[in-house]
C-alpha cells in the first residue's frame, strides 16, 4: 500500500535505496494528477524515530537527481517530502503493530459483507495480520496489503503519544501566549476604516 500504481511502484523502486541511505524510510507515495503531477512521498526516519523539515528537505535534495535522471513521469511534476504527520497512514506490515490501542479508519481492497470501511481500535498485529476491534465489539483481521487505505484517527491520546515519542513540535502554553505582545494600534484602525470612523 506504500505505492498503488505501477508508476508508483517504479518511483518507489528508485526512492527506496536513496532513503534508506540516509536512514530513512518511505511511507507512502502517491502521484496526483491534474495539468502538472504532483508527486507526494511521505517518509521518516528508521523505526518511526522524530523527523523534521531538515530530513525531508535532504531526502528531496537527494531524490531529485535520481528521478531526473531516471525520468519516471515524462512531463513537469512538483516533487513534494513530508512527514506522515501525526494522523498518519498505515501503509506496511508492521505499521498496525507500533499504534496498539489508538483509533484507525481501514478501507479494504474488497468489501466484507458488502463493507468496505470500519472504525476500531488497533489490538495487535501478527501473522495473520492487524487485529481491529470495532464498535460492535466485532474483530477484524486483515493484512495491508488488503487494505486500499488505513490511517490512525487524531485523537488526544494520539496526540499525547506524538508529543511523548518526540514526534510533535513543541506547542506554546498559556505562560508563552501571556509574553506575546500584541499590537491592538493596526486592529483598531482596520475597525474604524470599515466604520468609516477614521479621522
Known amino acids: 500500500m506504500i505505492a498503488l500504481t505501477e508508476q508508483e511502484r517504479r518511483i518507489l523502486n528508485l526512492a527506496t ?10 511511507v507512502r507515495l502517491r502521484i496526483q494528477g491534474g495539468r502538472r503531477p504532483h508527486l507526494q512521498i511521505m517518509a521518516e526516519k ?14 528531496s535534495r537527494a531524490i531529485g537527481p535520481v528521478l531526473e535522471a531516471s525520468d519516471p513521469i515524462k512531463e513537469a511534476y512538483t516533487l513534494e517530502v513530508s512527514t506522515p504527520g501525526i ?25 466484507i459483507d458488502g463493507r468496505r470501511r470500519f472504525t476500531g481500535v488497533i489490538m495487535g498485529e501478527d501473522a495473520d495480520g492487524a487485529h481491529i476491534e ?21 485523537t488526544d491520546e494520539l496526540i ?20 506575546l505582545e500584541i499590537d491592538e494600534t493596526e486592529d483598531n484602525t482596520e475597525s474604524n476604516e470599515e466604520t468609516g470612523d477614521v479621522q
Open 134 to 154: 470495532l464498535d460492535d465489539d466485532v474483530e477484524l483481521v486483515a493484512h495491508v496489503h488488503e487494505m486500499s487505505r488505513a490511517s490512525l484517527m487524531l
Open 87 to 111: 494522523d498518519r497512514p498505515l501503509t506496511r506490515e508492521g505499521d498496525f503493530g507500533r499504534w496498539v490501542g489508538h483509533l484507525v479508519k481501514v478501507e479494504l481492497a474488497r468489501p
Open 160 to 179: 499525547e503519544a506524538a508529543r511523548a515519542a518526540g514526534n510533535l513540535p513543541p506547542q506554546p502554553d498559556e505562560d508563552d501566549l501571556g509574553d
Open 17 to 26: 535505496p536513496v532513503a534508506e541511505s540516509l536512514g530513512m524510510e518511505i
Open 46 to 59: 528508521e523505526g518511526g524515530a522524530p523527523t523534521d523539515v531538515e530530513d525531508c528537505a535532504r531526502l
